[in-house]
């Protein structure tokens, strides 16, 4: 089946410093999406992507949708102690029925 | 304007017994989504209802079973526990069209002694 690969698999950073992370597939995805998963709770969408080479902002946080399809990547800039979580990527599946997730980026902000 | 709940929070279970997860979409949404979220990985599909119909399933065996009801609110059944069953299992809900996205509930972390 489909399959997303993200990079790196955690990360450590200073407070202030910017992020990014990517996702990776073999196959092509018509959809893509980003969340942020804090312990104990469920994924939180960031930010949604529909049409290849979009770039979508929210807030702090830029995301683009790769022109081949198979690929996609999240900027974080400024990072502050609560952009500390796991983030997932997901893409819409060839069947367009639904998403299929990212093993994640750990992101670790250090003051 | 309430988000996805789920019930309950926290459960605990033996082997070969059976589990009936809830969840209430999002208002205002009718597609329900149910995964799997084993520790340190990312969230594994294992199907969705729509119209009360399952309408997609990921490849998860057939003790895993779901029902959807008219207020769109839903239910995973599990019979037959196994240790591995042990996980997050997380509802996502959504509005009709396939590529809208999902919005998830904080789930229900099910363990298997």
């Known amino acids: 089946g489909q399959q997303l690969n993200q990079s790196p698999q955690s990360m450590f950073i200073q407070e202030g410093e910017d992020v990014s992370m990517n996702c990776t597939s073999s196959s092509i995805f018509n959809t893509w999406l980003w969340y942020k998963q804090d312990p104990g709770e469920g994924p939180v969408l960031l930010i949604a992507?529909?049409?290849?080479?979009e770039l979508t902002s929210n807030g702090r946080l830029t995301a683009q949708f790769g022109i081949t399809r198979k690929d996609s990547f999240l900027n974080i800039s400024a990072s502050i102690p609560s952009d500390v979580g796991i983030y997932f990527c997901a893409g819409l599946d060839n069947y367009g029925q639904n998403f299929v997730f990212g093993p994640g980026t750990r992101l670790s902000v250090l003051p | 304007d309430a988000g996805v709940t789920q019930s309950p929070t926290h459960l605990i279970k033996t082997r070969g017994q059976q589990v009936t997860l809830r969840c209430s979409p999002k208002?205002?949404?009718?597609?329900v989504s149910w995964y799997q979220q084993a520790l340190g990985q990312g969230p594994q599909f294992i199907f969705q209802?729509?119209?009360?119909?399952?309408?997609q399933r990921g490849n998860f065996p057939d003790r895993f079973s779901g029902h959807q009801f008219p207020n769109y609110s839903s239910e995973l059944n599990v019979n037959a526990l196994l240790l591995g069953d042990s996980a997050l299992y997380l509802c996502?809900?959504?509005?009709?069209?396939?590529?809208?996205?999902?919005?998830f509930g904080d789930g229900t972390r099910l363990s298997i002694l």
């Open positions: 992507l529909y049409k290849a080479g």
């Open positions: 209802y729509y119209e009360e119909e399952e309408r």
């Open positions: 996502a809900s959504s509005l009709g069209t396939r590529d809208q996205p999902q919005h």
């Open positions: 208002s205002g949404h009718d597609t």
